[in-house]
């Protein structure tokens, strides 16, 4: 590839935006801009990420977010599929639920904490209850939604073929429906990841987590373990939409080619 192709490639533009933020940053703090409550230098960045200390207290962060996530993701994802899935199979259910479901979208995810920590208290349940809640809607928005458009042509090719409704949901309907519900799965991960990180940030209590060693820098005036625990939330999320969106376009390059 040519230094002119490379410079026009998206990935390559879209570092620029990125570059110039961080040598503004470097010459903010160089020239004395921004005091170190601010910003820090990257070598002082550096050197609290070679800290042993810093780097155990971010891995262990990171390990008890991503085992939060893990959990609330798993109650929410499950939830929203079985939900989705009955939403959009039966116009009885969707003519009962489905108002109070679009309802409960409309309200913004972190209106639910005080409720939340009313009944759950500041503990780990309200946390994952937190996320899970954050997981479900997307995944029962995108069930739902993909299984209600499944083509009508798909379902007659069942009840030709004389299938079950099990086995015509199972074979036909849901394999039909799968691009659509993977797109669910996807924001709702990301979305759980926010929450995850908001509950922390918000809840509080005496756990552990990303979040919490955020706040804790901050309330130590630590900016350095700050940037550090952003970054690493950063990166976090990223590497997951990375992952989600190389495994969807494995799963539906068929698809997608024909």
């Given at each position: 590839m040519s230094p002119a192709a490379a410079l026009r490639h998206p990935f390559v533009r879209g570092l620029v935006?990125?570059?110039?933020?961080l040598g503004l940053w470097q010459v903010s703090v160089a020239l004395g801009w921004v005091g170190p409550l601010v910003l820090v230098s990257f070598p002082a960045l550096f050197r609290a990420a070679a800290d042993p200390a810093i780097g155990g207290a971010l891995l262990d962060g990171l390990a008890a977010s991503?085992?939060?996530?893990?959990?609330?993701?798993?109650?929410?994802?499950?939830?929203?599929?079985?939900?989705?899935v009955g939403l959009g199979v039966s116009r009885l259910t969707d003519r009962v639920f489905g108002p109070g479901f679009h309802a409960f979208r409309q309200v913004a995810i972190f209106a639910w904490i005080p409720l939340l920590t009313a009944w759950f208290g500041n503990g780990d349940l309200s946390k994952i209850v937190f996320v899970a809640l954050a997981a479900f809607g997307p995944v029962a928005m995108g069930a739902f939604e993909g299984v209600k458009n499944v083509p009508s042509s798909y379902v007659e090719v069942g009840r030709v073929l004389c299938f079950s409704r099990g086995r015509l949901l199972w074979r036909i309907v849901l394999p039909a429906a799968a691009p659509a519900i993977f797109t669910g799965l996807q924001l709702a991960l990301i979305f759980s990841w926010f929450a995850t990180v908001g509950a922390e940030y918000l809840i509080g209590g005496l756990t552990t987590g990303i979040g919490t060693l955020v706040?804790?820098?901050?309330?130590?005036?630590?900016?350095?373990v700050v940037l550090l625990g952003i970054i690493a939330i950063a990166l976090t999320g990223l590497g997951v939409n990375g992952l989600l969106r190389l495994l969807s376009r494995r799963l539906f390059a068929g698809r997608v080619s024909a």
């Open positions: 935006p990125v570059a110039l933020l991503g085992l939060r996530l893990a959990e609330g993701a798993s109650i929410g994802i499950a939830g929203g599929l079985f939900f989705g706040m804790k820098g901050r309330e130590e005036m630590r900016t350095d």
